[in-house]
């Protein structure tokens, strides 16, 4: 990968939610609170070849996350992300084909045994845009069928 083409991931995935936030908080915070909702990855928390920048980028943003949630706290603005797992889209179509290595080594990698789907993010995504969500700041909330609790199953 070209350093051009590094910075380009980190600023569509860590400049943008940077920029983004600070346009919106000073408006959240003059009426009195709000809820920023970054779209952070598993891949904050592994590794895994090809994805350096990409990971850098989200491991930044959890980073950001945390931070900004410390930063403006105090005038009831929470500052949380979403961290999918493998989800099913038409991007990831291809990895999805049968037979395909990549789709094997997910299903067998996550505990739920399959890809995620969009609808599994949208009662987390409510839950942290609600005000059930008052006190919870500077989390990151998994999402991701357990593959991030998972080692993995032991050989027979």
Not at 1 to 28: C, E, H, W
Not at 66 to 73: G, M
Request: charged share 20%.
């Amino acid at each position: 990968m070209s350093a051009s083409d590094f910075r380009q991931v980190i600023d569509i995935d860590l400049n943008g939610p940077f920029i983004m936030s600070k346009t919106v908080a000073p408006y959240m915070i003059k009426k009195g609170g709000g809820k920023i909702i970054n779209i952070c990855s598993m891949m904050s928390e592994l590794g895994r070849e090809t994805v350096s920048a990409y990971a850098a980028a989200k491991g930044g943003l959890k980073m950001l996350t945390k931070n900004l949630a410390c930063e403006w706290a105090e005038f009831n603005v929470q500052v949380n992300g979403i961290g999918p797992g493998y989800i099913a889209t038409p991007q990831t179509a291809p990895l999805r084909e049968e037979g395909h290595p990549f789709n094997s080594f997910i299903v067998g990698r996550t505990p739920a045994a399959r890809w995620g789907t969009t609808d599994d993010l949208q009662g987390p995504v409510a839950f942290l845009a609600s005000k059930a969500s008052d006190f919870v700041n500077g989390h990151i909330l998994y999402v991701d069928g357990g593959i991030l609790a998972y080692l993995g199953k032991l050989p027979k």
